[in-house]
């Protein structure tokens, strides 16, 4: 069973010493490393994709989601191992949440820690501490198994994808 994984990875995911980036890249984040890691990826897909869709329409939604998985598969390579599968969505839902945060600055999430205590935080809180969370991993802990530079980088893609069509389509300026 192992063996044949090994060998369908070896096949469809973006492994940076084998394989090109950009047609990897796609199917890679279409794959994951178990069921926690699809599911926390379809999560914040759902919660956040649906708004930025609503404001962006799908081809955006689908360029910020490209772009965000590439260069966070790019960053991805340059960053880890040469020699071992990347997989998930991770690097496009961060270019995802980033979307969200430039689109939505005032939109509130509750946080519920435990079962008694609920935290009422800003966008721009949230999302800053989850990104300050993948800085630290990637600077300080490096640990293994994710990609923090990533997560990192598809952000920052999201955030450019985002401005461009905030640009394009005259969001948030007075008239």
Excluded at 27 to 52: C, P
Excluded at 96 to 114: C, E, G, Q
Aim: glycine share 10%; with cysteine.
């Amino acid at each position: 069973m192992q063996t044949d994984l090994n060998h369908f990875l070896n096949l469809w995911a973006y492994i940076p010493g084998k394989n090109s980036l950009f047609s990897f890249a796609i199917y890679s984040s279409f794959l994951h490393g178990g069921w926690a890691h699809l599911l926390g990826n379809l999560y914040f897909l759902w919660i956040l994709g649906d708004n930025v869709e609503d404001v962006m329409g799908k081809a955006w939604l689908l360029a910020v989601y490209t772009v965000s998985g590439s260069i966070g598969f790019l960053a991805s390579g340059i960053a880890g191992p040469q020699n071992i599968p990347h997989v998930g969505a991770s690097c496009s839902v961060a270019g995802i949440m980033a979307a969200y945060l430039l689109l939505f600055p005032k939109a509130k999430f509750v946080l519920r820690l435990f079962i008694f205590i609920v935290l009422p935080l800003s966008c721009f809180t949230y999302i800053g501490f989850w990104f300050g969370f993948q800085l630290f991993n990637l600077l300080v802990l490096k640990s293994a198994g994710v990609s923090w530079a990533g997560h990192i980088f598809g952000f920052i893609a999201g955030l450019v994808v985002t401005q461009v069509f905030k640009s394009q389509h005259q969001l948030g300026k007075r008239k």
